[in-house]
């Protein structure tokens, strides 16, 4: 994948790298933005994800594009006094085997590793790549996709791997797959998605492949990050597909055994993009980018078993002044309310 067709990808693009500092005190709430970072392209630019938490208490991210070498993006880490430190640039080894384009953001393991993927290059030329690094800098590939003719391994991850109780990790991509009809192909990659997973020592098995039956009644294009339930299994969201093609939630084992919960009709969503979270309650919280009772994007509240409940229609207010389109995952504060964003 070149750096112009991972570009094309978004929307929008963040440039620089900010905190949002609330300076509460007994007799005032006025807030104060600290701008921490910006980026300067050696060190990376156009960081598109969150960041998480390390367990060393410093934050850590991923950048899309530029870097040292030019191109494939950067994993960096700030504390939060804002002092920056690249721990790896991508594309610095020849033809970008290493990968390159970080759509994905990262997730910490119960080893203290980070693993992330890219969404483009790696040893086969396209498809992205699988990766671990420590908190140091160290980076190791754990697997390059379109390693299997026609890319039917999966390619172009644009969310992290998950970590199941098994310790072995679980991820979806937007591309590849065995795909029947080829109905799906992205930049020559055949397929409709898939979900992996992979050891940490990197054995890699494909669970999953969206639209191999055919009609692609279980989904297509699964975007988000999957999330773990307290159950042990796996719940994602496909942006396209399903029975009336607004796309669909699916569960799936750590054995890969995949279950659709629920189809999207346009009337209560379309298009969940962005990973769900699972509350307190134990019930699933998403939102969808459009469809609902006035095409601008929907909340809802998922029960593991399948019983979705739409709790919000985007738009509802007069002028939009509401919002349009939520973007990213959904968090539940110690208050017990979710928080969120429109795009």
Not at 109 to 128: E, F, S
Not at 194 to 199: E, F, H, R, S, V
Not at 230 to 253: H, L, M, P, R, S
């Amino acid at each position: 994948m070149t750096l112009k067709s991972l570009r094309t990808r978004a929307a929008f693009i963040l440039t620089t790298l900010v905190l949002v500092v609330a300076a509460l005190t007994a007799s005032a709430t006025a807030q104060t933005f600290t701008v921490l970072d910006s980026f300067n392209g050696a060190d990376g630019s156009n960081p598109f994800t969150g960041l998480i938490q390390g367990i060393d208490g410093n934050l850590y991210g991923t950048a899309l594009n530029a870097g040292a070498n030019g191109q494939g993006g950067t994993v960096y880490k700030i504390t939060p006094s804002g002092s920056l430190t690249t721990l790896y640039s991508f594309c610095a080894q020849p033809g970008c085997t290493d990968g390159g384009g970080m759509w994905a953001g990262l997730t910490q393991a119960t080893n203290g590793n980070l693993y992330g993927t890219t969404a483009g290059w790696g040893a086969n030329g396209q498809g992205g790549t699988i990766f671990k690094i420590t908190l140091s800098g160290t980076m190791t590939v754990l697997y390059s996709f379109c390693s299997q003719s026609a890319c039917t391994d999966g390619g172009e991850p644009f969310a992290p791997p998950v970590e199941g109780v098994d310790g072995n990790f679980y991820g979806t991509t937007i591309a590849g797959g065995a795909n029947p009809n080829g109905s799906c192909d992205i930049n020559g990659q055949n397929g409709c998605g898939t979900i992996y997973k992979i050891t940490p020592g990197g054995t890699f098995t494909t669970l999953h492949t969206f639209c191999s039956n055919g009609d692609c009644t279980d989904g297509i294009y699964p975007w988000g990050a999957l999330v773990r339930a307290n159950d042990g299994n796996f719940y994602g969201g496909a942006a396209g597909g399903g029975v009336y093609g607004q796309g669909t939630i699916f569960k799936i084992t750590p054995g890969g055994t995949l279950t659709t919960l629920h189809q999207f009709t346009w009337a209560d969503g379309s298009s969940p993009q962005q990973p769900m979270i699972q509350a307190t309650d134990g019930n699933l919280y998403g939102a969808t980018n459009g469809g609902g009772s006035h095409n601008s994007g929907t909340l809802f509240k998922m029960s593991p078993s399948g019983t979705l409940t739409t709790l919000y229609n985007f738009c509802s207010l007069n002028g939009c002044t509401d919002g349009i389109g939520p973007r990213g995952a959904l968090v539940q504060a110690n208050d017990g309310n979710f928080y969120g964003t429109t795009l």
